[in-house]
């Protein structure tokens, strides 16, 4: 009987995550945000203003991330965001909180697979950037089908490489580095720019919270998810500073973001524009750049695949997304249809928006989990003091209160800022929402016909 029931069980997840594994997909989450994107903060900001937005946003991620590891340490589920906000607010605050990271982790791959593009555009110039984007997306979606393990692995291998290449890059500019650089045009839309910035600032460390949507398979997750969380920021705080003065102090932020003198179109490849500056654009370290600059592209392109699977699968488990999504390959225990579907979003993404527009939209997704799990873990310590915490944040409540004021802060000013993409993203939302409650009435009013077709006549 017992091999029976093991034979018709669901396939599930398996743990097989470590915490150098953990710190690996935390690093490589966000690692590409080092890469490109943030340089496009510049023109609305220059160095002052995107400088400024990015030390306010360091406070948010390190008193976010250290407040959302207790959630993740004491609900270690594949859910993330929106598992903790249903377990606090219930199931309409549950589905907002998994859309809003659906969102974020859906449209972040493609801004992240046109900078992909735009790399290798650099090495191939015939071949068009979207096409290169569009058969990345492919190929790392067969990977993260694969198995956890083997994508976890190579995660592993090619953050550390990606690491290295930023300070390689960091030791061969900062000793060109001019402090007058940094006061060319440094605030040409004063304080405004401070917010125009934000989400820009916001892609230096966009998606490490997708360390929780792995905590379902992490080996011992009430220990090694804390490792890898706090070890994982950290080296981002240092790399984000790092990159921000090598890249800007050699020749101004202008020298990053417009690839020839004049030019009005933004680019998607800061480093090598910096490093061209110095060893010019024929040298081997500058295509040595481009080559393991691919790699950190690549982490987080493929790490956020692996995380938005498993945050769409967990939604379409528990019935708030549709069923199918929530289905595991039983040859190789991922969530194979839902992986399908973000690739297939993802795609069109690519073809409708510009990657600021998409990075904007990401943004909002983001900000929106960062408010709903900050007040989720607040509501919990109270509703549920008796809950195992295997990881306490200090200074509660403080630090989720900053992390919680910031976000709000920085929601406003983004919006503010892109009036018609929050439309966009509100829509989204509000579309998904309507569909959720629907489905939820359908469903409730089946199951009531069931019951009353069971109940004994008299």
Request: proline share 5%; net charge neutral.
């Amino acid at each position: 009987m017992a091999k029976d029931n093991l034979k018709t069980s669901a396939p599930a997840l398996e743990r097989k995550l470590g915490p150098l594994m953990l710190w690996g997909l935390g690093v490589g989450y966000v690692i590409s945000g080092m890469y490109f994107g943030w340089n496009l903060g510049l023109p609305v900001g220059g160095t002052l203003g995107l400088a400024i937005a990015t030390l306010v946003i360091i406070v948010m991620y390190l008193c976010f991330t250290f407040s959302y590891t207790e959630l993740a340490c004491a609900i270690p589920n594949a859910g993330g965001a929106f598992v903790y906000a249903r377990k606090s607010h219930g199931n309409n605050v549950g589905f907002l909180a998994g859309m809003a990271q659906v969102v974020e982790f859906v449209f972040a791959p493609p801004a992240i697979a046109a900078a992909i593009g735009a790399y290798f555009h650099l090495f191939f110039p015939g071949i068009p950037t979207t096409e290169i984007a569009v058969v990345a997306y492919v190929i790392f979606t067969i990977l993260n089908i694969s198995g956890v393990k083997a994508a976890a692995q190579f995660e592993l291998f090619i953050t550390i490489l990606a690491v290295g290449e930023l300070l390689l890059f960091s030791g061969v500019t900062l000793p060109h580095m001019q402090m007058h650089n940094l006061a060319v045009n440094a605030f040409p839309n004063g304080v405004s720019g401070i917010f125009a910035a934000i989400p820009f600032a916001i892609w230096f460390f966009l998606g490490i919270e997708g360390v929780a949507n792995v905590a379902e398979e992490a080996i011992n997750p009430q220990r090694n998810v804390l490792i890898g969380f706090g070890s994982a920021i950290v080296t981002l705080v240092i790399l984000a500073i790092l990159t921000f003065l090598a890249s800007i102090g050699v020749s101004g932020w202008e020298a990053i973001v417009y690839p020839t003198h004049g030019s009005i179109v933004t680019s998607d490849s800061p480093l090598p524009l910096a490093l061209g500056h110095i060893v010019g654009n024929s040298h081997l370290l500058y295509h040595m750049l481009i080559f393991i600059g691919l790699f950190g592209l690549v982490a987080s392109f493929h790490g956020i695949i692996l995380a938005s699977g498993r945050a769409v699968y967990e939604m379409g488990k528990e019935n708030f997304l549709p069923p199918v999504l929530g289905k595991i390959s039983k040859r190789f225990h991922t969530p194979a249809v839902a992986l399908i579907a973000n690739m297939i979003v993802g795609i069109i993404a690519l073809y409708t928006g510009t990657t600021a527009e998409i990075v904007t939209i990401s943004v909002f997704g983001a900000l929106t989990l960062y408010i709903i799990s900050m007040l989720s873990m607040l509501k919990l310590r109270k509703t549920a003091p008796d809950m195992e915490r295997p990881f306490k944040v200090p200074m509660y409540p403080t630090v989720p209160i900053i992390a919680l004021v910031i976000a709000v802060f920085a929601m406003i000013a983004v919006i503010y800022y892109n009036l018609m993409l929050a439309g966009i993203y509100v829509a989204i939302l509000a579309i998904s929402f309507i569909w959720f409650k629907v489905a939820s009435y359908r469903k409730a009013h089946i199951i009531g016909e069931v019951e009353t077709v069971k109940e004994p006549v008299e």
